[in-house]
């Protein structure tokens, strides 16, 4: 359930960014969120291959 939590709110930070480049708004905080998010996505991620291992 947290690795589909992580993936949506990843997916939605990604949309956000890119349309904000696009229209050439600021994008440094929601890029810094993004990456805060896919980190987290990877962590839990390799957590949950380490537990059915």
């Given amino acids: 359930?947290?690795?589909?939590l992580l993936g949506f709110f990843t997916?939605?930070?990604f949309i956000q960014t890119?349309?904000?480049e696009l229209r050439g708004q600021?994008?440094?905080l929601s890029a810094?969120?993004?990456?805060?998010l896919v980190v987290l996505l990877l962590l839990?991620?390799?957590a949950r291959r380490k537990i059915q291992l």
């Fill in 18 to 20: 890119v349309l904000l």
């Fill in 26 to 28: 600021a994008a440094g």
């Fill in 32 to 36: 810094l969120f993004l990456a805060v």
């Fill in 44 to 46: 839990a991620a390799r």
């Fill in 1 to 4: 359930m947290l690795i589909g």
């Fill in 11 to 13: 997916v939605m930070a």
